[in-house]
């Protein structure tokens, strides 16, 4: 059934379908990017906050 519809499918709605797949692969990109950047920063951060948690010495 999925052939028969895409057969009814006019130029603009294939440029169109077309445009939606990439966003959603740049949108996989972007997401991916973001966990690895979240991964860096809490990896980076970690002694920072060890100081800071640690008590203050008399």
């Not at 077309?18 to 860096?40: K, P, T």
Request: aromatic residues 4%.
């Amino acid at each position: 059934m999925a052939k028969a519809l895409y057969g009814h499918m006019t130029g603009g709605e294939r440029v169109l379908a077309a445009e939606v797949a990439r966003l959603r692969r740049r949108v996989a990109e972007l997401e991916e990017y973001v966990a690895r950047v979240e991964l860096d920063r809490s990896l980076d951060l970690t002694p920072l906050a060890d100081d800071l948690l640690a008590p203050a010495a008399p």
